[in-house]
C-alpha cells in the first residue's frame, strides 16, 4: 500500500476516477437535463484534477516546477469556476 501512495498511482486512479465522474455527469445533463452543465462542471474538475496533478508531483519526487505549473493552472481553473459561479448568483 505504501508502494501505491508513493509511486502517485492513487492521483492516477482517482483521476481516471473523476474522468469517469466528468462523462457520466455530462451523460445525465445531456440526456435527462438533470444536474449541472458540463461548462459549468469543467472549470471545477480542472481545478481539482490539477491540485491531484500537484500532489502526485510531490509525491514521485518531480521538480518544483512541476508542482508550481500545477498549482498555478489549479488556481486558474478555479478563479474561473468562481468566475461563472458570480455571474449566476448575480442574475
Given at each position: 500500500?505504501a508502494d501505491f501512495l508513493?509511486?502517485?498511482?492513487?492521483?492516477?486512479?482517482?483521476?481516471?476516477?473523476?474522468?469517469?465522474?466528468?462523462?457520466?455527469?455530462?451523460?445525465?445533463?445531456?440526456?435527462?437535463?438533470?444536474?449541472?452543465?458540463?461548462?459549468?462542471?469543467?472549470?471545477?474538475?480542472?481545478?481539482?484534477?490539477?491540485?491531484?496533478?500537484?500532489?502526485?508531483?510531490?509525491l514521485i519526487g518531480d521538480?518544483?516546477?512541476?508542482?508550481?505549473?500545477?498549482?498555478?493552472?489549479?488556481?486558474?481553473?478555479?478563479?474561473?469556476?468562481?468566475?461563472?459561479?458570480?455571474?449566476?448568483?448575480?442574475?
Amino acid at each position: 500500500m505504501a508502494d501505491f501512495l508513493a509511486s502517485g498511482r492513487v492521483v492516477d486512479f482517482i483521476l481516471v476516477f473523476m474522468l469517469c465522474e466528468g462523462l457520466l455527469l455530462a451523460l445525465l445533463y445531456h440526456r435527462r437535463g438533470i444536474g449541472v452543465a458540463p461548462a459549468v462542471l469543467g472549470p471545477m474538475l480542472l481545478a481539482g484534477a490539477a491540485l491531484l496533478l500537484a500532489l502526485r508531483a510531490a509525491l514521485i519526487g518531480d521538480a518544483w516546477p512541476w508542482m508550481a505549473l500545477w498549482l498555478i493552472l489549479a488556481l486558474v481553473a478555479h478563479l474561473w469556476d468562481l468566475g461563472l459561479r458570480w455571474r449566476r448568483s448575480d442574475a
